[in-house]
C-alpha cells in the first residue's frame, strides 16, 4: 500500500481501553502519515506509551493536561 501524504489529528481523550494491537495501529498509522494524538490521554494510554517507548516517537499534543498514572 502506498504512504499516506498528510497529517492525521487522532483524538484520544475518550480512549477507555488500549492494548498492544491499538498501540500497533498507532505506529503503522504514524509510519505511513504524520499522526498526531490529540489529548489529554487517558491515564491507560499514557501509561502504555511510556511502558513501550512509543511517547518517544509518537506526537502527542495534549501538554500539561495529560492524566497522570
Known sequence: MPPI????????????????????????????????????LPGQLARLLAITGADQVLTVDGGSDQAAG
Do not use: W
Open 5 to 40: 501524504a498528510g497529517r492525521l489529528v487522532l483524538d484520544v481523550r475518550d480512549v477507555t481501553f488500549a492494548d498492544s494491537s491499538f498501540l500497533n495501529l498507532l505506529l503503522v498509522v504514524h509510519r505511513d502519515c504524520d499522526l498526531q494524538l490529540r489529548g489529554p
